[in-house]
């Protein structure tokens, strides 16, 4: 039987702003831009330089690196973003005599890249986009739901894992089942709204596409779900859903998931083909592998 758990540990970028709210994970710094120029200082800083809305910005970032395991008292790490190129910290054009020191990348992969440096301390600057507010079921978007986020992370050692598992719930319809962890701990939240948005720094929503299926031909956002509390587990069949009016089942020949790295880690992304014709056999296997998640949601069918 061939391979199919893949883990793919693909980074992000994200860059904060003084005035930038409070973000749950890699941070966004704006939405699609061009001309990005990643930057970084021995002082443990970072500028972002692009064009935005017709305007060239300057960002300046620092003050978090990689993340804590969730905590119920205390919040996740944040960077600090100043959209004025360092004004607002130094009281002065800062932007304009940033000494960079941004050497190659030689990490692991990064999904959804733009660029990608590591600096003199050792620790990596990403910077990444994607489009994370793609309306559910192969709906066709709005400009701003089609928007492509450029997002900043500051990190080191490895990345969040994101593993992911095919197979089929009820031996009709295709399954996704896996784990987010960093530093070999489960990622999750503690509180979240009815449809599933976090409440908190720590929830991490799974955002699912699938690949030339019914919605259409190339990818189409499916659906997006939070990892469980205390597991970092999630499970996914593609079931059809009602949607204002019927939609039929996502499947496709393909599929990928998205997750926004914890704390200022990178996104992470994996990518997989269908699990294809049902066996019974492999599908005895995959649920050895549902019950070792000792997670009570996620249960074999």
Known sequence: MPARRLQLVLCTVLLAAIVAPAAPASQLVDRNATAVHLATN????A?????????LKHVLAWGAVNAIAPNRTRPQVKLKLDYSGGYGKYHRDYWKTFNNVCQPYDGLPIA??????????????????WQRNLPDLGVAPTPAQSAWELRISHWTGAPAVLTVETDWAYRRYDHLFGTLTYDNT?????????????????????????????Y??????ENSFLTHTNTGAFCYGFFAHQNG?????????????????????????????????????????????????????????
């Not at 500028?47 to 305007?55: E, K, P, V």
Request: glycine letters at 12%.
């Open 42 to 45: 021995r002082n443990g800083e």
């Open 216 to 221: 259409g031909p190339g990818w189409k956002r």
């Open 112 to 129: 959804w890249s733009v660029t990608v440096c590591r600096s003199t301390d050792g620790s990596y600057w990403a910077l990444q986009s």
């Open 186 to 214: 489960p990622q999750y939240g503690f509180r979240s709204t009815s449809s599933g948005q976090p409440l908190d720094s720590y929830g991490r929503n799974i955002y699912v596409d699938t690949f030339d299926s019914a």
């Open 245 to 301: 009016s019927q939609r039929p089942p996502g499947n496709g020949t393909k599929y990928r998931a998205t997750v926004e790295g914890p704390g200022v880690t990178p996104d992470v992304m994996w990518e997989g083909v269908a699990p294809g014709p049902y066996s019974q056999a492999v599908d005895a296997q995959d649920n050895e592998l549902i019950r070792a998640l000792h997670d009570r949601t996620c249960k074999p069918n």
């Open 47 to 55: 500028l972002i330089t692009y064009r935005a809305g017709g305007t």
